[in-house]
């Protein structure tokens, strides 16, 4: 995970006035401005990461040793710069940016303190926040620099999208909790009940339905946070939960996807990193019984598809399965064993291949996670079919016929209908009930 980019506040240019040196018998209030304290944002300084992306606007609290809020100032714009004339002394000073006033109820002069809430508006959404915070003291005669560093707070639900939604389906909504529901003036985050529903809207008269905007959201309060998916059919809700096990952090993009099926919903998610902190991949899978991870705890593997030790090699068996291919340390799995038919009528493929990977998988060491092979994993087959059938010879215990450059498999297509593709020519085509298709299950797993 690479580092987090600083987003720079300067405070600079700390000169002397000429007045007398204040005196610490003196009452604060009635001290001499004998400093002058300077602030610039990022783009106004001559180094600058060009990757790094200030939050306007940026609200300054500055506080005394007293703790008493003496300055509130707003940067509007890079192009602004920020003078405030103080005595000498020991001061913090707290930055919020992404806050303005039309959305937020922010503190005054008169009623700051550090712990202050930054108060989102009823039927506002939460901007890009940032924080900083840093203590300065300003010596008479000396100038003093101080640099303060902007940190993200919130995440982003970026991209929601549910598939192969049963047109009966009326309604379709996401929820994240827990949530922190306050900012704070310091930084720091209050309340632990909070939560988000994100509506999603249907793709004109297909069976996905999407977000049409991102969102940012204050981190989970805990882990597990909750992801729930919901149906409504006229008004009658059915819901899908998933203890996600995988921390919902501040300065993450959160992009979840998820499939429909009978046995309910598989929710994939990929936390995707820019300037944002990192990637992490999340994957769910839902079904009416309740929730359950993409990977069931056994052996050396960990909850959410990690596998402890090193990736195997392409080609090869690893833990009775076939290794398809190795990208980085994330290895592609295919059972050895298949399935050469499969009976079903129109209304029960779905079902059918849930129950025959069921069976393909049991007793195997690795475990969770398997599935009907995607469109690009079915390209790689075709593409690399002699290959694998060489590989396949070379496999103890295994009958030669186990595989064949001519078979035809069931697959998922982008669009998630399933489908058949024949290794013979290349061309997928629509499945028909009573002809004999190979069933293979696929799984990727991160070492």
């Known amino acids: 995970m690479k580092a987090l980019t600083p987003v720079l506040l300067l405070l600079a240019a700390m000169t002397l006035f000429s007045c007398e040196k204040f005196s610490d018998d003196e009452n604060l209030g009635d001290a001499e401005a004998n400093s002058t304290l300077v602030i610039r944002t990022r783009a106004a300084m001559a180094q600058v990461d060009e990757d790094a992306k200030v939050s306007y606007p940026v609200n300054v609290y500055v506080f005394n040793s007293s703790d008493a809020c003496v300055a509130v100032e707003t940067i509007a714009s890079d192009a602004d710069e920020m003078k405030l004339a103080l005595p000498e002394g020991s001061y913090h000073v707290y930055a919020i940016a992404g806050a303005d006033a039309e959305n937020y109820e922010l503190p005054t002069k008169d009623n700051a303190t550090k712990v202050s809430v930054i108060a989102l508006k009823a039927d506002r959404q939460h901007g890009d926040l940032m924080t900083a915070d840093n203590a300065v003291t300003l010596a008479y005669g000396e100038e003093n620099t101080l640099t303060l560093s902007l940190e993200r707070k ?36 209050s ?152 009976s079903f009528d129109d209304t029960s493929l779905e079902t059918v291949i849930s129950e025959n990977i069921a069976s393909l998988v049991e007793g195997l060491e690795v475990v ?42 069931f697959y998922r297509e982008n669009d998630n209908t399933i489908k058949v593709f024949p290794l013979t020519n290349g061309e997928p085509y629509e499945p028909t009930s009573g002809k004999a298709t190979n069933l293979r299950a696929f799984t990727t797993k991160t070492f």
Not at 163 to 189: I, K, M, R, W
Not at 213 to 229: D, F, H, I, M, R
Not at 388 to 404: G, Q, R, T
Request: one cysteine or more.
């Open 154 to 189: 919130v995440m982003m639900l970026e991209n929601v999208t549910i598939n192969n939604v049963p047109g009966s389906v009326t309604a379709v909504s996401v929820t994240v909790s827990p949530l922190y529901e306050n900012l704070l003036l310091d930084g720091t985050c």
């Open 368 to 409: 969770g996670g398997w599935r009907l092979p995607n469109r690009e994993e079915i390209d790689y087959v075709y593409t690399h079919k002699t290959e694998i059938n060489d590989n396949f010879h070379l496999i103890k215990d295994v009958p030669l016929d186990n595989f064949a450059a001519t078979e035809t498999f």
């Open 191 to 342: 309340g632990n009940e909070g939560s988000y529903t994100l509506n999603l809207t249907r793709e004109g008269e297909t069976s996905t339905w999407k977000n049409d905007a991102g969102v940012y959201l204050l981190a989970a309060a805990s882990t597990p946070a909750t992801v729930k998916v919901t149906f409504s059919v006229n008004d009658k809700p059915t819901s899908y939960s998933y203890s996600c096990t995988e921390k919902l952090a501040a300065n993450y993009k959160v992009n979840i996807s998820g499939t429909y099926s009978s046995d309910g919903v598989e929710m994939k998610g990929q936390i995707i990193g820019e300037t944002w902190e990192g990637t992490t991949n999340v994957i769910f899978d839902f079904d009416g019984s309740g929730s359950t991870e993409g990977v069931e705890p056994g052996g050396d593997e960990e909850p959410g598809g990690e596998v402890t030790g090193d990736a195997p090699v392409a080609g090869t068996i690893y833990k009775g399965c076939y290794v398809l291919r190795v990208e980085g340390n994330v290895a592609t799995l295919m059972t050895l064993k298949k399935i050469d038919y499969l």
